[in-house]
């Protein structure tokens, strides 16, 4: 525990039996409670968690699955559903067995999928976890060994002290990064980033691909959890859903560690059409949720006056085209309509995303 509340890491394995074992053993004592969730591994990372959590003593439960919820009355009627509905949707998570014998005096808890779902499923299912717990605090550490445990402490804090429902680290702001990052990912960071700023509205982030993260409780119970993105793309679907949900975010420095055994099983060139693909949809859901029917701004018919326009002068745009090509000369009826609806779109767009960063500066923090 830190300032007398609970804390857990959710450790998503799949086919880690080798890297597995020394992020159980280095993760720092306040960690109440560490949650593996082997994606259906098909080595034996699940043995391995089996036989360290054989070597350990059991210990004094601290997790708080028994707190008294809001009373039962006419006001709290919501809550309660709420709660409800929250305690009987394990249906639509990936089917899954908890294989410890105590689970409620052990430190470590496995959880072993029954088949396959993905990175961001096997994050879900922990989040789950931690939810229907009441865990105050709810890390993420990847089953690899890349990320430090020294800074966990750092991770959590924000989480803790200030309030922030959200902290995730940042390897691109460290002074090494350029040095031991793999070009071919810093490069794949950076595109999916900057997508990602324009897709999830926290124009500030950057490194958007790191898992190394925190969430409060309250964070946890703002978004559907088993809607979460099942794949690589995880980190950047979380994002904008904790916007949609009105959620503060702040980022830590991190130092980037590769080269310490881990073996990556992300294929860079596929994963970044899928993941452009997946915020391309998760923008306009964005703008639809939050800032029509949540919310509304005016920057949500901004966007759609820019993008609107701009279609209707891509005709125009295709015919000066084909006729400065062909050697012709283009009427100057066919130049001022492009020029009109081109300029009226593009500054609709400067406009929206002006807007849009503005209304977003409250929910980042530095």
Not at 179 to 203: D, E, H, Q, V
Not at 216 to 242: F, T
Not at 245 to 251: D, N, R
Not at 275 to 289: D, P
Request: net charge positive.
């Amino acid at each position: 525990m830190l300032f007398d509340k609970t804390i857990a890491v959710v450790v998503p394995a799949y086919n880690e039996e080798r890297q597995i074992r020394q992020v159980l053993e280095t993760m720092p004592d306040f960690v109440d409670c560490i949650i593996v969730v082997n994606d259906c591994s098909t080595d034996n990372t699940a043995a391995a968690v089996l036989d360290y959590i054989s070597r350990q003593k059991s210990i004094q439960p601290t997790i708080k699955n028994n707190v008294i919820g809001p009373r039962d009355n006419k006001y709290n009627r919501a809550e309660h559903l709420l709660k409800e509905k929250q305690q009987t949707d394990m249906e639509y998570f990936i089917s899954s067995e908890v294989a410890n014998a105590n689970p409620e005096s052990d430190r470590v808890i496995l959880i072993n999928n029954l088949r396959n779902g993905g990175v961001g499923a096997a994050i879900a299912r922990g989040y789950k976890w931690c939810l229907d717990n009441n865990i105050d605090c709810t890390a993420v550490m990847a089953g690899d060994g890349q990320m430090d445990p020294a800074e966990l402490e750092k991770i959590c804090l924000p989480v803790l002290n200030e309030e922030i429902d959200y902290v995730k680290g940042n390897r691109l702001i460290h002074g090494g990064a350029r040095l031991i990052i793999p070009k071919t990912r810093y490069f794949g960071n950076s595109i999916l980033s900057i997508l990602t700023k324009i897709a999830s509205g926290y124009w500030h982030v950057s490194d958007t691909q790191t898992g190394y993260t925190a969430i409060s409780l309250s964070a946890l119970g703002a978004i559907k959890l088993h809607d979460i993105y099942k794949s690589y793309g995880m980190p950047n679907d979380m994002l904008v859903k904790l916007n949609i949900a009105f959620c503060t975010i702040k980022e830590v420095k991190i130092k980037p560690v590769y080269n310490i055994g881990e073996n990556s099983k992300m294929k860079v060139m596929k994963v970044i059409p899928r993941i452009s693909w997946l915020l391309f949809k998760s923008f306009f859901k964005r703008l639809w949720v939050k800032y029509l029917f949540r919310d509304f701004h005016p920057l949500f018919l901004l966007y759609h006056f820019s993008f609107l326009v701009g279609i209707l002068s891509l005709p125009y745009a295709f015919k000066i085209m084909s006729i400065v090509i062909s050697g012709g000369s283009v009427s100057s009826a066919t130049m001022l309509a492009f020029f009109f609806l081109f300029t009226s779109s593009f500054q609709s767009l400067l406009f929206a995303m002006w807007m849009d960063i503005q209304d977003n500066e409250r929910l980042y923090k530095t």
